[in-house]
Nanobody, 131 residues
Framework: QLQLVESGGGLVQPGGSLRLSCAASGFTLDYYSIGWFRQAPGKEREGVSCISSSGGSTNYADSVKGRFTISRDNANNTVYLQMNSLKPEDTAVYYC????????WGSGRSPVSYSYEYNYWGQGTQVTVSS
């Protein structure tokens, strides 16, 4: 079964850190760009970050730039999202997704509008930032 599985979510105080993992099973991530998306209650899904298949190119939403870092370990078939200086507005369900490129990033359009290009999606992991 081809799937992505996110982990690492939880409850953290403002200013804290979490590291999310996105692990693939049934296929190799080597040839895929991986995007992280999030959706807060009552809000539209938004793109958070994306990393190219080689790891040589990364993209971030302005709201997380300087606080979040995306990385990948192809040997372990896993992509990570290190989240530092977390804010209550980061509270959301975070999803990872695999595509042949970081569609939408730098295009002037929302990466979410290219959701159809992402072949595989995880089930999501909840991140709650609250005191």
């Amino acid at each position: 079964q081809l799937q992505l599985v996110e982990s690492g979510g939880g409850l953290v105080q403002p200013g804290g850190s979490l590291r999310l993992s996105c692990a693939a099973s049934g296929f190799t991530l080597d040839y895929y760009s991986i995007g992280w998306f999030r959706q807060a209650p009552g809000k539209e899904r938004e793109g958070v970050s994306c990393i190219s298949s080689s790891g040589g190119s990364t993209n971030y939403a302005d709201s997380v730039k300087g606080r979040f870092t995306i990385s990948r370990d192809n040997a372990n078939n896993t992509v990570y999202l290190q989240m530092n200086s977390l804010k209550p507005e980061d509270t959301a369900v975070y999803y990872c997704a695999a595509a042949k490129g970081c569609y939408g990033w730098g295009s002037g359009r929302s990466p979410v509008s290219y959701s159809y290009e992402y072949n595989y999606w995880g089930q999501g992991t909840q991140v709650t930032v609250s005191s």
